[in-house]
């Protein structure tokens, strides 16, 4: 089963790079493309006509469609997770949403390096705990901590949201219901663990810890 669900999560990643390479070198350099036509024809004529209007409108919706495009690549396959680590792509993430969303985001990490698919791994958790507390904490205060101990690896993301009840989450949406069963099968196929914590009105903390040991990169 191990070896199944660690199958399945390679698939993922190498299916979140494909798509991340068929999304740049089709749909964002078409519209590449297109938007320099568009800015050749707002050159050369229409000044003056009420077509001009139209025609600058089309363009800045083609520059925000490259932008989109390029967000999804990004939050598909960041590129800094793999040249940075996952500290300072987390650190960038957490400032870009403060700035997008006004929240307050506290964020603590420890100087660390870890093989890149250990990065990986702990930054889809990270994500995918982050996306739920966008989705349902109802919130806009978010602390991220990073720290490495003597013997593992700590992660907490917490909440002062609106929480829930796990147990009966877990009754209505199942074992598998918002990420969570994936976040405790990638912390289990790091050889460690991610344990949530909630209750009603008391928001939510996501905690991981995996083994230092044979981790870090030197």
């Known amino acids: ?3 199944l669900i660690k199958n399945t999560l390679d698939a993922q990643e190498a299916e979140r790079e494909r798509i991340c390479l068929e999304v740049h070198d089709g749909v964002t350099q078409t519209l590449a493309s297109a938007f320099q036509y568009l800015q050749t024809l707002e050159s050369t004529s229409l000044e003056g006509t009420p077509d001009r209007q139209l025609l600058l409108r089309a363009r800045a919706l083609v520059r925000q469609a490259i932008q989109e495009s390029k967000e999804v690549i990004n939050s598909l396959q960041p590129a800094v997770l793999k040249d ?10 957490m400032r870009q949403l403060e700035s997008e969303s006004k929240w307050k985001v506290d964020f603590k990490a420890d100087s660390i390096r870890l093989p890149q698919d250990v990065e990986t791994g702990l930054y889809r958790i990270v994500s995918e705990a982050i996306a739920n507390v966008r989705k349902h904490a109802g919130t806009d205060h978010l602390s991220v901590r990073l720290e490495k101990k003597e013997d593992h690896i700590s992660i907490e993301i917490r909440d002062w949201g609106k929480g829930f009840d796990p147990q009966a989450w877990a009754i209505i949406y199942g074992k598998r219901g918002t990420g969570l069963f994936s976040m405790r099968k990638r912390a289990e196929l790091l050889q460690g663990n991610c344990t949530i914590e909630s209750s009603p009105g008391q928001g939510t ?14």
């Open 84 to 93: 940075l680590g996952l500290v300072a792509t987390l650190r960038q993430e």
């Open 1 to 3: 089963m191990r070896e």
């Open 205 to 218: 903390t996501v905690r991981v810890e995996i083994p230092a040991q044979g981790w870090e990169r030197k």
